[in-house]
């Protein structure tokens, strides 16, 4: 599911920096949000969704 890299940084030290092999992978959480609007995953999902759209249209408007 998930391809690993390990990369040696000092003799005593070692990253591992996992990839998903499959990044395109979706959850539909809607149900969960429509039953339960206002919990705070709900407001932090929907906010971060707004931000997300805000800034996507700003990077849109300055490009040439």
């Known amino acids: 599911m998930f391809d690993s890299q390990i990369t040696t940084t000092k003799p005593q030290q070692t990253t591992i920096s996992v990839q998903p092999t499959n990044p395109q992978y979706q959850v539909d959480i809607t149900t969960v ?31 040439p």
């Open 33 to 63: 949000l429509l039953q339960h609007p206002s919990t705070p995953f709900a407001i932090a999902l929907s906010i971060s969704i707004v931000l997300g759209t805000i800034a996507r249209l700003i990077k849109t408007l300055k490009s």
